[in-house]
């Protein structure tokens, strides 16, 4: 823990983007990943919903409640106390102003973070901005929307086509517009995202999104190579967990199959003087 770095503000966030300030983000869900990751300076800690496919083993996010994403914001501010969070509102948990504002306090005062996060643009609009009319710091997300999976065919590109493109960055204005105080822009080709991080003054991070936007984001377990159910083009690996972890718990197999494991190293022992007590002890009784 270091108990020096201060955590980033909300005010500190607008003003990166009107700086042109770069910072980093890594969304994990649970608190050994959430401690590696402020050990190593990151900037803001997303506890995204992904971690239904990551942590839960789902196919898609669309299975993660309310609770669970509490139970894990928990953690990952225990890892990374000193480390700005935003987490995810899942799946249906916004489906009117009314539930989005009650599970944006929930959120909030019992998961300890210091911003949630909506998926959508002006179809959304008086639920952004009822969240925010109510206090709560809120961003949502365009291009890519995992929430609308199974409308979208799959996890694809968006703004493919000049009318798509254009209607992501109505959908960023329309963000900024209801009281956001920023927005992701995922999975969309370069010269439409630095379009989205034009447009606005907020906030903006990017996941596949091209190099605009004020702050980078990769999913943690991809970047370590810990997830490898399947890899995302904007997905850079700078280690492999995975293939380290298996080969250990090979090597762990192959040692208690031959007998190898535990050897004395491994093993507690008693005081020769008691182990010798123990030993006549045990022979007086049988």
């Given at each position: 823990?270091n108990?020096?770095?201060e955590k980033?503000?909300?005010?500190?966030?607008?003003?990166?983007?009107?700086q042109?300030?770069r910072?980093?983000?890594?969304?994990?869900?649970e608190?050994?990943?959430?401690?590696?990751?402020?050990?190593?300076?990151v900037?803001?800690?997303?506890?995204?919903?992904?971690?239904?496919?990551?942590l839960?083993?789902h196919?898609n996010?669309?299975s993660?409640?309310?609770?669970q994403?509490?139970?894990?914001?928990?953690a990952?501010?225990?890892?990374?106390?000193n480390t700005?969070?935003?987490?995810?509102m899942?799946?249906g948990?916004?489906a009117?102003r009314?539930l989005a504002?009650?599970?944006g306090f929930?959120l909030?005062k019992?998961?300890?973070?210091d911003?949630?996060?909506l998926?959508?643009?002006?179809?959304?609009?008086?639920?952004?901005e009822?969240?925010?009319?109510?206090g709560?710091?809120v961003m949502s997300?365009v291009?890519?929307?995992?929430h609308?999976v199974?409308?979208?065919?799959?996890?694809?590109m968006?703004?493919r086509?000049c009318?798509e493109?254009i209607a992501?960055?109505d959908?960023?204005?329309?963000?900024?517009e209801?009281?956001a105080?920023?927005?992701?822009?995922?999975?969309?080709?370069?010269?439409?995202?630095?379009?989205?991080?034009?447009?606005?003054?907020?906030?903006?991070?990017?996941i596949?999104g091209?190099?605009s936007?004020?702050?980078?984001?990769?999913?943690?377990y991809?970047?370590?190579?810990?997830?490898?159910?399947?890899?995302p083009?904007?997905?850079?690996?700078y280690?492999?967990v995975?293939?380290?972890a298996?080969?250990?718990?090979?090597?762990?197999?192959?040692?208690?199959?031959?007998?190898?494991?535990?050897?004395?190293?491994?093993?507690?022992?008693?005081?020769?003087?008691?182990?010798?007590?123990?030993?006549?002890a045990?022979?007086?009784?049988?």
């Open positions: 823990m108990k020096s770095r980033l503000s909300i005010p500190e966030l607008a003003e990166s983007k009107a042109g300030k910072l980093a983000m890594v969304a994990v869900g608190a050994m990943s959430a401690a590696w990751a402020e050990r190593a300076g900037d803001i800690i997303g506890i995204g919903d992904s971690l239904g496919m990551t839960h083993g196919e996010t669309l993660i409640s309310v609770d994403m509490i139970d894990h914001a928990r990952v501010r225990r890892g990374a106390p700005f969070s935003l987490a995810s899942p799946y948990s916004y009117t009314e504002v009650k599970n929930k909030m019992k998961g300890g973070v911003a949630i996060k998926q959508g643009g002006r179809e959304i609009y008086k639920i952004i009822a969240v925010a009319n109510a709560i710091p997300h291009g890519l929307v995992p609308r199974h409308l979208a065919g799959g996890f694809k968006q703004g086509t009318e493109a992501i960055i959908n960023a204005r329309a963000i900024e209801a009281g105080i920023g927005l992701e822009i995922e999975a969309v080709p370069e010269e439409v995202g630095r379009a989205v991080n034009d447009a606005v003054s907020i906030f903006t991070f990017s596949g091209g190099s936007g004020t702050c980078q984001l990769l999913n943690g991809d970047l370590i190579g810990a997830f490898d159910n399947f890899r083009k904007f997905a850079k690996r280690g492999n995975s293939e380290v298996t080969k250990s718990f090979q090597d762990f197999v192959e040692e208690v199959h031959s007998g190898t494991f535990p050897d004395d190293d491994h093993t507690y022992k008693m005081p020769k003087e008691e182990a010798s007590k123990f030993a006549d045990l022979k007086k009784r049988l």
